[in-house]
C-alpha cells in the first residue's frame, strides 16, 4: 500500500448528516458541491470528465475505483469536470496494460480532492430517500461548524447557469472539413464522443459557444444545427433557448441531447423541473414509443422536461419514455424538423442501442436538402 496511513477526512451533507473517511492520497483542503451518484460499474474516467456533472460532487457506487488506471483517449472533455470524489474502495494501483497512469495521478493533475472509505451504500440510500443536495469534503474534520458556514455559502443547483463555466470561448471545427454534410453545434458542455459519433457519419461540425446567436451559426450556412448535452438548469440559458425557437421557426432539421433536449423543450413552450435525485448510469431502460422497442441507455441529468406541458402541446409528441420513473425520454415536433432525447446516444457503455438517433439525424438532414 502507497500510504500507510490515510489522513482523516469527512463528508458533510447540507441537512447536516456526516459520513467519515479518508482523503486519498496526500492532499488536503476541501472541495463542495451538489453530490449526486452514478451507478456505472465502467466508465469512470468518462465520467469525471463529462461536462454534465460540473459543479458536482461524484459518489460512485460500484464498490471499487481507480482498479483500471486511466488513459487521455477516455477523456470526454480536456480535464476533469467534477468537483470531487466520494468512493468506497480507492485503488491506487492500475492493472490494465492500457493504462497511461494511475487514476491518483490522474486525480493529482486535475487538482481534484477525493475522499474513500466511506459508507456509499448508506450515503446513497440517504441521497435518494432525501433527493440531491449541497455537500462538502474535507481534511478539516475538527471543524464542522466552519465547513457549515463554507457549505452556506454554496449555491443551490436549481436556476444555476453552469454551461458558460464548460463551454468553448471560441467556434472550432471537429471532423474532415470535406464531409458531406456541415452541422452547426451548439456548445452548452459538449463530449467528445458527440462528436466523433457525427464525423464518423461523414459530418463537418463547427462548434460555437454557449452563447453564440442563429445569425453567427447561420452564417457558416449548415446542413444542421445540434444543441449538445451540459450541467446546470437549462432555465436560466436564454441565448440557446432563443437560437433553438429561431431553428425551429425556420425548420431547419435540429437535434439536442440532454440539456438540448431541456433547451429544446423550453423554446416550445414546456417547463422543466429540478429531479428529486435525478438519473445517472449506465443501465436505465428507455421505451421507443415510435416502434415498441426497449433500449438499454446511459444518463446523467439531474433536471427533466415536465410531461404533462409536453402532453398539452399540440405540436410536441413523445417519442421516448424512461421506464423507472415514466419521465420524458424524447421527444419530437410534429409540424417542425426538430427532435430531442434525455439520455446520452453517444455513450454505449456496452450495448448501442441508441446510435440509431445519430442515422435519423443524418436523414432528416439529406431529406431537407434533398
Known amino acids: 500500500m502507497k500510504y500507510q496511513t490515510k489522513r482523516k477526512a469527512v463528508l458533510l451533507l447540507a441537512d447536516g448528516t456526516i459520513f467519515h473517511g479518508k482523503a486519498v492520497g496526500n492532499k488536503e483542503g476541501s472541495a463542495v458541491g451538489e453530490v449526486c451518484f452514478n451507478t456505472g460499474m465502467t466508465g469512470y474516467q468518462e465520467i469525471f470528465t463529462d461536462p454534465s456533472y460540473f459543479g458536482q460532487l461524484m459518489v460512485t457506487t460500484t464498490a471499487h475505483i481507480g482498479n483500471y488506471g486511466a488513459n487521455n483517449s477516455e477523456m470526454e472533455s480536456d480535464q476533469a469536470k467534477i468537483a470531487g470524489l466520494i ?12 493504462a497511461e497512469e494511475t487514476l491518483e495521478e490522474f486525480l493529482e493533475k486535475s487538482n481534484l480532492f477525493a475522499i474513500s472509505d466511506v459508507d456509499t451504500r448508506a450515503l446513497v440510500t440517504h441521497v435518494r430517500e432525501n433527493g440531491a443536495m449541497n455537500a462538502i469534503i474535507s481534511t478539516n474534520v475538527e471543524n ?9 455559502e454554496v449555491p443551490d443547483m436549481n436556476g444555476l447557469e453552469l454551461a458558460s463555466k464548460v463551454s468553448t470561448k471560441e467556434a472550432y471545427f471537429f471532423g474532415n472539413e470535406n464531409a458531406k454534410y456541415k452541422v ?24 460555437f459557444p454557449y452563447n453564440a446567436t442563429f445569425k453567427e451559426m447561420e452564417e457558416w450556412n449548415p446542413d444542421g444545427y445540434f444543441i449538445s448535452n451540459g450541467p446546470g ?38 417547463s422543466t423541473y429540478k429531479m428529486h435525485h435525478g438519473h445517472r448510469g449506465i443501465n436505465h431502460p428507455v421505451k421507443n414509443l415510435l416502434t415498441g422497442k426497449g433500449e438499454i441507455t446511459s444518463q446523467n441529468h439531474g433536471f427533466a422536461v415536465d410531461r404533462d406541458s409536453t402532453e398539452k402541446n399540440s405540436n410536441v409528441e413523445i417519442t421516448h419514455v424512461c421506464l423507472n420513473d415514466n419521465t420524458v425520454g424524447g421527444l419530437q415536433m410534429t409540424n417542425k424538423n426538430c427532435f430531442s432525447v434525455q439520455y446520452h446516444p453517444e ?21 431537407s436538402i434533398a
Open 184 to 207: 452547426a453545434a451548439l456548445d452548452v458542455g459538449i463530449k467528445k464522443n458527440i462528436l466523433r459519433c457525427l464525423a464518423d457519419r461523414d459530418v463537418y461540425v463547427k462548434v
Open 87 to 98: 468512493c468506497k474502495n480507492f485503488s491506487y494501483h492500475e492493472s490494465r496494460v492500457a
Open 347 to 367: 455513450a454505449s457503455p456496452g450495448p448501442h442501442d441508441a446510435s440509431y438517433l445519430f442515422d435519423e439525424f443524418i436523414e432528416r438532414i439529406e431529406k
Open 144 to 152: 464542522i461548524d466552519a465547513l457549515k458556514a463554507q457549505l452556506a
Open 233 to 270: 438548469d437549462p432555465a436560466p440559458l436564454k441565448t440557446a433557448i432563443d437560437v433553438a425557437k429561431t431553428i425551429i421557426e425556420k425548420d431547419k432539421p435540429l437535434f439536442g441531447i440532454c440539456l438540448g433536449h431541456q433547451i429544446i423543450a423550453l423554446a416550445n413552450g414546456i
